[in-house]
């Protein structure tokens, strides 16, 4: 069994809510850079883990994503059944599969036990588990983090510096002195309809 990339981008996305807790919502760019994926992808990962309750959207200025539940709820179970379908089910072992040897399989006992004991690991594995472990463990996880942190802080809206009225007078007056300057050969700007005094 093995997990497709949008499951494990499912798991991590919920593992980076759970480290930053429920203080602040995690913006979608900032998210996207943490995980390293698009935000188009990342918009179609959220969609059903937000439709099963696996995470909230918090809308606003500061908006952004929290966990929908406490870590120690959540379960790649969860993950997996939210994103698969189902945790691991064997393909020869479905109800509509026209298989040849379904009358006498000596095999399908044996992947029915397999995938329930598989499903039993996985329903004992939550994010808190994750949690407890080093969070760096990928050598690129921290440049990422990084990235991110400079998204989010270019990200929050800064006050430009008001220009003063001594510089804004000064830079009125140039325009003006160009306009105006005597001798030049480019005639001065006459407002359209006012009469030209002879």
Partial sequence: MKPTARTCHATRI????????HQSPMRA???SVTIGISI??????????KGAGLLKSV????GGYILGRDPS????ADVLTTMEGAVFKPQCCESDTDCLLMEGCPTGSVWVDIARHMEMKFRATTLADFMNGPADTCPSRKARTDRAARVAREQTPDTAPEKTGDHAQAKGRGRV???RKPGSATPAFRPAGRPRLV
């Fill in 14 to 21: 919920l593992l980076e809510l759970a480290h930053h807790g």
């Fill in 29 to 31: 760019s900032v998210l």
């Fill in 40 to 49: 188009k992808l990342l918009e179609k990962i959220i969609r059903p883990l």
């Fill in 59 to 62: 809308r606003g200025a500061t």
């Fill in 73 to 76: 709820l959540i379960t790649l």
């Fill in 177 to 179: 002195a160009r306009r």
